[in-house]
């Protein structure tokens, strides 16, 4: 089974400081560990994975996450938050020894991040 | 590049009502998901598609029925819509390839119930 978690459901942050969504996630092998941002009335995007290889990962908008195996985590970070980086957050795990081909991910429930100027 | 384009985008409908939400992908995709989102519950998947012609169920699929006629086309029907069925609805495709391609999603359908 797999499954992942983000344990805060917002996360308040003035501009210019650093950033921090966290997700801990569970799996029998090893994970494919994505994050993606939803703005309002929009659908997700992608924002960043972790495969395998290094354990810092970088993504779009100045975003990277840290992947941690022996913490089973994986936060999400930007040094420097922007009012514009106010959206919902969703972490996803996949195992990759999982049965069958269909790539399903599971989602953590979203973690809203508000940055005030 | 339009990328997932979902239709309607808003819709009301009576409780014992039937609807057909479209999805369409220009990106040549093979894999094809529709999920839900509730608040606080993050996305759920209700089916999925690994190829044209071929549908399977995922984690909620009670009401919804799916056809995947075309590669670039995934519909999810409502036979009878209840007012459980609330929600809003995203549909997502990616390459398949080894698991690790990340999806890409329609800006959603909001649908209630009344």
């Known amino acids: 089974a797999q499954s992942v978690a983000q344990p805060e459901d917002q996360v308040n942050v003035a501009e210019g400081n650093p950033l921090t969504v966290k997700c801990t996630y569970s799996v029998s092998g090893n994970p494919y560990l994505f994050w993606y941002v939803q703005y309002p009335n929009r659908g997700l995007q992608f924002l960043l994975k972790?495969?395998?290889?290094?354990?810092l990962v970088k993504g779009s908008y100045g975003f990277e996450a840290e992947f941690n195996k022996s913490q089973t985590s994986f936060h999400l970070k930007k040094p420097s938050a922007l009012v514009s980086d106010s959206a919902l957050y969703f972490c996803a795990v996949r195992d990759i020894l999982l049965r069958g081909n269909d790539y399903k991910l599971s989602f953590g429930a979203g973690t809203t991040v508000t940055v005030r100027a | 590049n339009a990328g997932v384009t979902q239709t309607p985008k808003f819709r009301v409908l009576k409780t014992g009502q039937s609807m057909t939400l479209l999805c369409a992908q220009d990106?040549?995709?093979?894999?094809m998901y529709w999920y839900r989102q509730d608040p606080g519950m993050g996305l759920r998947l209700i089916h999925y598609s690994v190829g044209e012609g071929t549908t399977a169920k995922g984690e909620v699929p009670d009401g919804y029925n799916v056809s995947r006629l075309k590669k670039q086309n995934f519909l999810l029907g409502l036979e009878s819509a209840a007012p459980s069925q609330t929600s809003v609805y995203f549909c997502?495709?990616?390459?398949?390839?080894?698991?690790?391609?990340?999806?890409?999603f329609g800006d959603g359908t909001r649908l209630s119930i009344l």
């Open positions: 972790y495969i395998t290889g290094d354990n």
């Open positions: 997502a495709s990616s390459y398949a390839q080894t698991g690790n391609q990340p999806q890409h």
């Open positions: 990106m040549n995709h093979e894999y």
